[in-house]
């Protein structure tokens, strides 16, 4: 899940929830500037792709592996490089 603070400390939040049947564990750092944005754009393609565990829930089964291609692949998608800025 993206934070804000550090990853310790999203886990631990994340661990805390009710209804959190086995405790998460960090497999993975991705930094980047607009966190949220990624973080909507990954939610949407692991649902497109069937990952999503319930429809009302923002929990997803993948794999590892497959979960850092995506994040890594929509980050650099959606990174502006300088040469790319036209204001």
């Not at 089964?61 to 979960?67: C, L, M, N, R």
Request: glycine letters at 6%.
């Amino acid at each position: 899940g993206m934070t804000t603070t550090s990853v310790p400390q999203r886990v631990r939040e994340i661990n805390s929830a009710t209804g959190v049947i086995t405790p998460w564990i960090a497999v993975y750092r991705y930094e980047c500037i607009n966190s949220y944005i990624l973080e909507q754009a990954v939610h949407r393609r692991l649902q497109q792709a069937g990952y999503r565990v319930n429809p009302k829930r923002e929990g997803f089964e993948i794999p590892s592996d497959k979960a850092i291609e995506i994040i890594e692949a929509l980050g650099e998608e959606l990174t502006i490089r300088p040469k790319e800025f036209n204001p």
